[in-house]
């Protein structure tokens, strides 16, 4: 095994946070000193805070979320009994898992895989970590295996019913929020690890699923801000900081929004008034994740379900100071610049220009060598993510490349065993991914992503070169045949 001499620079093509250089430092400055000059804010700012949360926050969060999502739909807006400020998605995904399930009723926690691994330790922690509660569901080309969840949602039923699953075991019963049989965990758009997002038709039908088996559809949509077009070729466009029109609103509808209007939303025939599907937002990828902000979007009787957390309850609304601060960068009129600007003139612009950087890179350094990237002809690009399959003449898993890779040139890669659903990858229905890897563009600084990225192409070319020389045990190597044992 080659092995370097001088140490080299550690990039870091993993970590999925924003780069150093792109926080709003000056807005936060100027935000939290409002803030704190002002009795009238910072003395509510620093109570426990109603349990909804900070309630100018709900409504500036509620108008800015009708002018990226609905601006054609005006007459419809999103209201800010519609919103619950939340500490965070993650931190708000443990909170609905804690009101809306029980983990004897709620049959499964379905899970779209790819995945962002570090929510499975919220579903254990909420009990679905034993008796494969936790399934995964395959990704395709149009965002999820429709055919195949409904069949398995339709096992999972059959089970229920004949082991007497009628009625909640550990949860009683609350007005002020139900159970739900099914969870279905997604990020729709520019999915953390894969980068595909979902079309339009599969929300709607993923929607229509999840009334049917009474499911609750948590939709992380934590990337949905950062978006810009691509050339022709589905790289993404370098000029975006010149051009007029930037991506102001959203490309697709969340599939909350979906759920709001289809067919009558929570309010048709026979509907509880819950909904199927929340929104998971967070403030964490367009401005700083150590704040700890972020909101959900439901129904108003969902949204009052989540405010009404024993912890929430008890504690007061989550992040209650530093939710004053977004009100201002939200509103602020006196400011240079408020956070909608900064999305629209640093965030996307910085990012197009990273992800250019590093798709041109592994079109230069890897495609060659037998790598692809899915969802290659896209007119939006978007997110934090590039997502890859090894070549088909690497014999050896991701996990394996991944750590030649940090040990002989010091470059940080994610191997897609991170990302398959515990106890539940199965590389012939698609959701084993020991022949991919993720890399970043979001967190590493943009001089170093072509560097990043060649440095693995001279891993995997001097991998290619031992297989040849028949060194493939002496390099570490799992040999896969053609029948895909190992």
């Avoid at 230069?364 to 399959?389: C, E, T």
Wanted: glycine share 8%; hydrophobic share 35%; with cysteine.
């Amino acid at each position: 095994m080659a092995a370097t001499t001088t140490p080299k620079k550690r990039i870091d093509l993993l970590k999925g946070s924003p780069s150093p250089s792109l926080l709003p430092v000056a807005l936060l400055k100027s935000a939290a000193a409002h803030t704190l000059s002002d009795p009238s804010i910072f003395v509510p700012g620093l109570a426990y805070g109603p349990d909804a949360g900070y309630a100018p926050l709900r409504e500036s969060i509620a108008n800015w979320l009708t002018s990226f999502y609905r601006s054609s739909s005006s007459s419809n807006p999103v209201t800010s009994d519609r919103v619950c400020i939340t500490g965070g998605a993650s931190q708000n995904m443990g909170c609905l898992l804690s009101v809306y399930t029980d983990p004897h009723y709620t049959r499964n926690i379905w899970i779209i895989a790819p995945a962002y691994f570090l929510a499975f330790r919220i579903f254990e922690d909420a009990g679905f970590g034993v008796d494969g509660k936790m399934r995964a569901v395959p990704e395709d080309e149009h965002g999820l295996d429709i055919q195949f969840l409904r069949a398995e949602m339709e096992k999972s039923e059959g089970s229920a019913k004949k082991k007497g699953w009628e009625h909640p075991k550990y949860k009683p019963d609350r007005p002020r929020a139900k159970v739900y049989k099914h969870v279905i965990y997604c990020v729709p758009t520019f999915a953390n690890p894969s980068s595909r997002t979902m079309s339009l038709d599969r929300r709607k039908a993923l929607v229509r699923l999840a009334r049917e088996f009474d499911a609750l559809i948590l939709a992380d949509d934590v990337y949905d801000f950062l978006q810009w077009e691509a050339e022709p070729g589905g790289e993404a466009n370098t000029k975006v900081q010149e051009r007029s029109d930037r991506k102001t609103t959203a490309h697709l509808p969340r599939i909350v929004d979906i759920d709001h209007d289809l067919d009558g939303g929570a309010e048709r025939q026979g509907a509880d008034g819950f909904g199927n599907a929340c929104s998971n937002g967070s403030f964490s990828k367009i401005a700083a994740p150590g704040l700890r902000v972020g909101w959900c979007e439901g129904t108003p009787k969902f949204a009052y379900g989540i405010s009404q957390s024993g912890t929430t309850t008890s504690g007061g609304a989550p992040s209650q100071l530093t939710s004053t601060y977004f009100h201002t960068l939200l509103t602020n009129p006196a400011a240079q610049q408020t956070l909608q600007t900064h999305i629209h003139t640093t965030l996307q612009p910085a990012y197009a220009r990273r992800s250019t950087l590093l798709l041109s890179a592994i079109t230069s350094h890897l495609v060659p060598l037998g790598f692809a990237l899915p969802q290659p002809n896209r007119d939006i690009i978007g997110g934090y993510f590039a997502w890859l399959a090894l070549p088909s003449s690497l014999h050896c898993d991701a996990k394996t490349l991944a750590r030649r890779c940090a040990e002989e040139e010091n470059v940080v890669i994610a191997g897609g065993n991170l990302f398959e659903v515990p106890g539940d990858a199965d590389a012939e229905r698609g959701t084993s991914f020991e022949r991919n890897v993720r890399f970043c563009w979001a967190y590493e600084e943009e001089g170093l992503l072509e560097e990043g990225v060649e440095r693995v192409g001279r891993v995997v070319r001097r991998m290619l070169e031992e297989q040849q020389q028949g060194r493939v045990e002496e390099a570490g190597f799992v040999v896969v045949e053609k029948d895909g044992t190992a």
